[in-house]
């Protein structure tokens, strides 16, 4: 399943996001937002559970969700910035990290950093990372993730370029994508047009 988010509220910013113009401090401000506001499409696959609360005149029937039973993933190192955003939605969540490269021989994506919760089985995971271009990265992390236990992943992005999209929906058919905008395409260089340039450069200041 993969959802375009159509929000003017989205869109208003994320125009702003791909301005090169925008510095780098109002960037990161920016993709921050824009996951906060994402996040309220993406709860919609959350399953709450009622409880009875009181309030100050009676008791009543509320729904809550269980926050201890999220981890947000970042895909490092652009995907921090997103999971900034995420973890103000839901604060009492657990915070994972992995972290990989292409090797210069092979080509395959290689795992150089992964920090996780004792026990992904029954954990509810939101992945985020703001770019998802060609997929080879992002698909081969979705699958180390999976063989570390993690049973429902949810894949967050901000652009998408319709390759990537391709690449995780044949190689993760259950891993729902959801996108602040489908882009046209990608360059010679495997950047995504129109996209936003290098999203960690332009959120860490590295330009």
């Known amino acids: 399943m993969v959802k375009e988010i159509d929000n003017p509220i989205i869109a208003h910013k994320l125009a702003q996001l791909r301005n090169k113009k925008t510095p780098s ?4 401000a920016l993709v921050q937002e ?19 609360i009181e309030t100050p005149l009676t008791s ?3 729904k809550i969700l269980h926050e201890e039973n999220f981890v947000i993933v970042p895909i490092l190192r652009a995907g921090l910035a997103m999971a900034e955003g995420v973890s103000k939605v839901l604060p009492a969540a657990s915070i994972g990290h992995i972290g990989l490269y292409r090797d210069e ?3 395959q994506p290689v795992e150089y950093y992964s920090k996780m919760p004792p026990n992904l089985r029954g954990k509810i995971l939101i992945v985020t990372d703001p770019m ?10 979705l699958q180390m993730l ?4 993690a049973e429902k992943i949810i894949f967050m992005c901000i652009v998408a370029a319709p390759q990537g999209i391709e690449k995780i929906s044949s190689e993760h058919p259950d891993i ?4 602040a905008a489908i882009d046209d395409g990608l360059n010679e260089n495997c950047y995504i047009l129109p996209g936003l340039g290098d999203a960690g450069d332009r959120i860490f200041g590295t330009i």
């Open 105 to 107: 021989k092979t080509f």
């Open 132 to 141: 998802l271009a060609t997929g080879g990265s992002s698909s081969a992390a």
């Open 34 to 52: 824009i996951s906060m506001l994402m996040m309220y499409e993406v709860g919609r696959e959350f399953k709450s559970d009622e409880v009875t």
């Open 176 to 179: 729902p994508i959801y996108a």
């Open 146 to 149: 999976k063989d570390k236990g």
């Open 60 to 62: 009543c029937r509320v």
């Open 25 to 28: 401090k109002d960037f990161r």
